[in-house]
């Protein structure tokens, strides 16, 4: 079956714009991620969905940052006035349950001039 | 100080060698533990998941969580040209909330 898809795969913005990243999470999975990586770093936890609300968002840096979940499956990840250190690969995971595998996305490398 | 830490590498083996992977982590409260291999431009990919102490072995791949020491670690035996990726190892304590170390950058040279 389909896995994760994230898109767009790549993103170029300029500083202060606004960005919409997208997740389409494998089928039936109730639980969805969102995680940054910046270059030569692992992967740092931004907010946990379990279904449509926000179980964990304690890893948003700051309130630029923006992430809805209406139906419980598409995720959108907002980004507004974006900085030049908001250059990452933004990676999508989703799972069925909060102790079970987390499955990623190929990623959105967001780069912002 | 992150909480989990990681020998960034890089690492170069030749075929066939068993390599040793290792993670040190500050926070009590993480009980379960992964190792993921992620290849470039590409998501991590879940390899060995653990609960607690002990060792679990799956085909040429076995991790190690020494939760008395804060000591995770991932065994490769038989390395493969194919096993050269970047390694993360993560852990997380109840909500599935992970935090990752920064990656091993492992080469298995032909």
């Known amino acids: 079956g389909a896995g994760v898809s994230q898109t767009p795969s790549n993103k170029v913005t300029e500083k202060g714009k606004y960005v919409e990243l997208r997740c389409d999470p494998i089928s039936g999975h109730t639980a969805l991620y969102w995680y940054r990586q910046s270059l030569g770093q692992g992967p740092e936890f931004l907010i946990y969905f379990q279904g449509t609300g926000a179980a964990d968002d304690s890893g948003l840096p700051n309130d630029r940052f923006f992430a809805v979940r209406p139906e419980g499956s598409v995720s959108t990840l907002k980004i507004q006035r974006t900085e030049r250190g908001d250059s990452a690969v933004y990676l999508c995971a989703s799972s069925s349950g909060a102790h079970n595998e987390q499955f990623f996305g190929p990623g959105t490398r967001l780069t912002v001039l | 100080q992150k909480e989990v830490e990681q020998d960034p590498g890089p690492l170069s083996v030749p075929e066939g060698a068993i390599v040793s992977l290792n993670c040190t982590y500050s926070?009590?409260?993480?009980?379960?533990f992964m190792w993921y291999r992620q290849y470039s431009r590409k998501g991590p990919e879940l390899l060995m998941y653990?609960?607690?102490?002990g060792n679990k072995e799956d085909g040429r791949f076995t991790a190690q969580v020494d939760k008395s020491s804060k000591y995770i670690s991932l065994f490769i035996r038989d390395s493969q040209p194919s096993d050269s990726a970047t390694y993360l190892c993560?852990?997380?304590?109840?909500?599935?909330?992970?935090?990752f170390g920064d990656g091993t950058t492992l080469t298995v040279k032909p």
């Open positions: 926070n009590s409260a993480f009980q379960y």
């Open positions: 993560a852990s997380y304590t109840n909500a599935g909330k992970s935090t």
């Open positions: 653990t609960y607690s102490s």
